[in-house]
Structure formats: structure tokens, C-alpha cells
Nanobody
Framework: QVQLVESGGGLVQAGGSLRLSCGAS????????MGWFRQAPGKEREFVAA????????GYADSVKGRFTISRDNAKNALYLQMNSLKPEDTAVYYC????????????????????WGQGTQVTVSA
């Protein structure tokens, strides 16, 4: 069982930056593929970014590519999402998710791939 807790959300002006963090419990965080998803009001949850167990492979949604960076620190059981050049359309609740993959797994961009989810953190970008 893995417990995930997101933090770092808040209110920021368009063009600004935020860094989201996701803390994970458990001693095998380093063998999990991790992802960030978001859900805006009235919309379905969508993929944002994902990273494999080692941090060596990453993937991004086209809407955030070049602006967001996903990273992880396995020694700290932590996942991050650096968000730059934020736009009002980035406003959403952001969730981190985990999938046990072992040390040969890649990254995954579908909700159904993930087994564990955090409660989410609100990001609001004002125009």
C-alpha cells in the first residue's frame, strides 16, 4: 500500500510558476512509476506528466510540454512537478498517482494504469 500526499498548490498570476510536491509512504517508492494528472471544473481528469522508476524516462501532455517538468527524488520518496509560464487553462486540481512497475518499467499516461492516488492540490491561475 502506498499513500500519496500532494502539496504546493495555490493561486498564481498567469505567467508565474509553482512547484508541486508529492510525498509517498513506503520503502519501495523507487520501484514505482509516477504520474501527475489534473481535473478542471466540469471536465474529466487528464494526464499531465509521467516518469519512470529511475527518473530516466518522462512523458508530457502536449498542452504542458516545454512549460512543466516532472522529476523525482527516490531518496526522499518525493515526486515533483515544476510548472512555469502558467496559463489560466492550467487551473485544476492536480493529483499524483503511483504504479508499481519494478525496475524495468516505463512511464504510463492513462488513469487506468495507476493503482494509488493522492487527494489532490488546487492550482488556480488568474488572468
Amino acid at each position: 500500500q502506498v499513500q500519496l500526499v500532494e502539496s504546493g498548490g495555490g493561486l498564481v498570476q498567469a505567467g508565474g510558476s509553482l512547484r508541486l510536491s508529492c510525498g509517498a509512504s513506503g520503502r519501495i517508492f523507487s520501484t514505482y512509476g509516477m504520474g501527475w494528472f489534473r481535473q478542471a471544473p466540469g471536465k474529466e481528469r487528464e494526464f499531465v506528466a509521467a516518469i519512470n522508476w529511475s527518473g530516466g524516462s518522462t512523458g508530457y501532455a502536449d498542452s504542458v510540454k516545454g512549460r512543466f517538468t516532472i522529476s523525482r527524488d527516490n531518496a526522499k520518496n518525493a515526486l515533483y512537478l515544476q510548472m512555469n509560464s502558467l496559463k489560466p487553462e492550467d487551473t485544476a486540481v492536480y493529483y499524483c498517482a503511483a504504479k508499481p512497475t519494478g525496475i524495468s518499467g516505463g512511464y504510463y499516461y492513462t488513469e487506468a494504469s495507476y493503482d494509488y492516488w493522492g487527494q489532490g492540490t488546487q492550482v488556480t491561475v488568474s488572468a
